[in-house]
């Protein structure tokens, strides 16, 4: 033993040696030398209560000293050894590369990714919260806390009964998009312009029947004073044309959620493409599979289940083929 500053070392030359160590190997490497020196019981808990340890992780660390020296005295990473149930590399790749041609999130990767490897016979599958893990890992999405609060939903009672309608835009280009409130049921088409006559056409285009009642925001289009969009109501409508409240974009929430999907469709395949045939066939391939593909957990269903009774069971083949995708994901025969 060698003492040096009122402190005890091993051997003269750990003096220099520790001096690069962290402060908290310098404390245990000093702790060890006493107890080493003392050979004392007593010694051994109270230097173990100094550095916070247990006895038995005291122990360990002695051993590991005699075995590996100073290095043995340093923090050890606790990540395993190996993980078993770590994502292979390739199905990392697959989330990836489907997520950025679809810009869905983790619940419908999933989905879409399972049966992808269900057709090629594959046992592997992924879980929505691994699907979300790999995204935040890799930087795609952030991994953010929102405080939990209790909202109370509220539906209309059936198909039909009431539709909302509202404008958006993608690219400068303006979008039509409505929904059936009970079912999610959703349409969208393009327009060459924001004018009530064009609107009111998309409208008709889009919904052929008559229902029951219209929910739009107060934007000039669907304003009471707008002779046009009364005069569609008088022939569409069986009820009432019901407003928004101003400043409270909650009413048309389930609307919003579906343009906001859609216009992420719309950039994950466009960017910031302006061409007109293409956000057509790629507005029609995002509303068959929201239509079809789209699971609900709020209605516990699809929407084109709900709304008619019966969905598009080949969506998965259409959304693959019409994204291009086979060279990643497995399309039935």
């Known amino acids: 033993m060698y003492l040096y500053n009122g402190e005890l070392y091993f051997t003269k030359d750990h003096v220099p040696l520790l001096k690069n160590e962290p402060n908290y190997v310098q404390q245990r490497y ?90 090629q016979g594959r046992p592997e599958r992924a879980h929505p919260r691994t699907v979300s ?49 009970y079912s999610r049921r959703g349409w969208a088409i393009r327009l060459k312009d924001q004018r009530d006559t064009t609107v009111v056409k998309g409208m008709k285009q889009l919904l052929r029947i008559r229902y029951d009642n219209l929910l739009t925001d107060n934007g000039c289009q669907f304003s009471r004073k707008n002779q046009t969009i009364r005069k569609y109501c008088e022939e569409h409508i069986n009820e009432k044309h019901i407003w928004t409240s101003v400043h409270h974009p909650q009413t048309m929430g389930k609307l919003s959620a579906f343009q906001k999907g859609l216009k992420r469709f719309l950039h994950h395949n466009l960017g910031a493409s302006r061409n007109e045939d293409d956000i057509d066939h790629f507005i029609d391939v995002y509303v068959h599979w929201y239509n079809n593909g789209k699971y609900h957990s709020a209605i516990a269903t699809y929407p084109e289940e709900r709304y008619s009774g019966q969905r598009d069971i080949e969506w998965y083949n259409h959304l693959v083929r019409s994204l291009k995708l086979e060279d990643v994901l497995a399309v039935t025969h």
């Open 133 to 181: 893990r790999i995204l935040i890992r890799r930087g795609i999405i952030e991994s953010e806390h929102h405080a939990k609060t209790e909202w109370k939903r509220f539906e209309w009672g059936r198909p039909n009964h009431l539709i909302q309608s509202d404008l958006t835009m993608f690219n400068g280009i303006p979008l039509l998009t409505m929904e059936d409130d």
């Open 30 to 119: 000093h702790a060890i030398a006493n107890a080493t020196f003392s050979k004392n019981n007593i010694i051994r808990n109270k230097m173990a209560h100094d550095l916070g340890l247990s006895m038995r992780h005291f122990n360990r660390l002695l051993k590991r000293y005699h075995k590996e020296g100073i290095p043995g005295l340093r923090k050890k990473s606790t990540r395993p050894h190996r993980s078993p149930n770590h994502t292979e590399p390739w199905l990392e790749e697959l989330v990836i590369k489907v997520r950025e041609k679809t810009g869905f999130g983790s619940f419908h990767l999933a989905q879409i990714v399972n049966i992808s490897l269900q057709n």
